[in-house]
């Protein structure tokens, strides 16, 4: 009897104790919206479950899904030239590129319906998590405001018994920070932060506040840096330097705080165009026309394609999808873009 008793006892002071903090579940990370691959090259084409969406080429770069035999399409929007597509059960979000429409992001459900606005500012790099309360957060570059990180909060799926009970959660919730002409940025979602590179290097940054004090992230890698992706606990950059890329990364972390980034890194190869998956690199070699796949950390090159007809002055994108590359380019000989896929 005593023990019953010590034991209510024990299960009213937690009760108390929760009832006076406003304990609550707290949310956490669920998923992101596309490969960080995929957003890093354009975003053109994302995966979830058993569809595949993605801008169709053939029709002005209008928002489509399909199934996994590519037979049966369907057009979900007639806004062009999307990109930065992040796809999940409930909503699709993406920019609309359309010719004076003013690069806002768009949200709509699978079928199509619903289309809603979710900004006003030109939009840059679009990277949406999704956590398991169902709340969205819009991470993005807002180029009409001297290119600033920003960060949008969509509760529209979250319940409203959820959002009662927390009143940090504002649906109309927009954070800019203070780093200006960001260039690109990546998501670790393990360790919940987020790096962006500017003219100075790359930087990390607190997903949910600072990294350390210092509101404007924490330079790491000082020096002029594109195409940065987070991958397989690996960041891989182009860094220019004498007109060369080079894309290396910064290795498995030997341990990593938020006040001091410690990473081993290397150079790999001296080629731009990049994606990455699983435990490979591939990359479009343009001196000589090929698709190339690598492990990640350096090693043997497999040639995966040859494509005799790429205009090499114009920008060329590498998609993922499962076991296939969709690799975008300008046809030198007919003057309009293209996809292909290869199987990795």
Request: charged share 25%.
């Amino acid at each position: 009897m005593e023990k019953l008793k010590r034991i209510l006892f024990y299960l009213g002071a937690v009760i108390l104790i929760c009832l006076m903090s406003s304990c609550k579940p707290t949310a956490k990370y669920d998923s992101l919206g596309n490969s960080q691959s995929n957003i890093m090259n354009g975003g053109f084409m994302a995966k979830h479950g058993e569809l595949t969406y993605y801008n169709n080429i053939d029709d002005n770069g209008k928002l489509y899904k399909s199934d996994p035999t590519g037979l049966n399409q369907e057009k979900l929007s007639d806004d062009e030239n999307v990109s930065f597509i992040n796809a999940f059960d409930d909503w699709i979000f993406y920019v609309d590129n359309t010719e004076g429409q003013g690069n806002h992001i768009i949200k709509v459900k699978p079928d199509g319906t619903q289309r809603t606005e979710m900004n006003d500012s030109k939009t840059g790099r679009l990277a949406v998590i999704k956590y398991t309360d169902g709340m969205f957060k819009l991470w993005f570059i807002d180029i009409s405001d001297n290119r600033k990180l920003t960060v949008l909060t969509d509760n529209s799926s979250v319940s409203q018994q959820v959002l009662a009970t927390d009143v940090k959660n504002n649906a109309s919730k927009s954070i800019k920070y203070d780093t200006e002409y960001v260039n690109e940025f990546t998501i670790d979602p393990s360790r919940q932060l987020v790096y962006f590179s500017t003219d100075e290097g790359i930087k990390a940054m607190l997903l949910f506040g600072r990294l350390g004090s210092i509101d404007k992230g924490t330079t790491f890698l000082f020096g002029e840096y594109t195409s940065i992706v987070f991958h397989n606990k690996r960041l891989f950059y182009t860094k220019v330097a004498d007109t060369k890329g080079y894309i290396s990364f910064e290795g498995k972390d030997t341990g990593i705080s938020y006040k001091t980034l410690k990473y081993k890194g290397f150079e790999i190869l001296e080629k731009f165009d990049y994606g990455v998956a699983g435990d490979y690199v591939l990359y479009f070699d343009a001196d000589e026309k090929t698709i190339n796949k690598m492990k990640i950390d350096g090693g043997e090159v497999t040639q995966i394609a040859y494509i005799d007809e790429v205009d090499t002055e114009y920008n060329t994108a590498i998609h993922i999808i499962d076991d296939k590359v969709y690799f975008s380019f300008m046809n030198v000989s007919s003057g309009e873009i293209e996809r292909r896929s290869f199987n990795i």
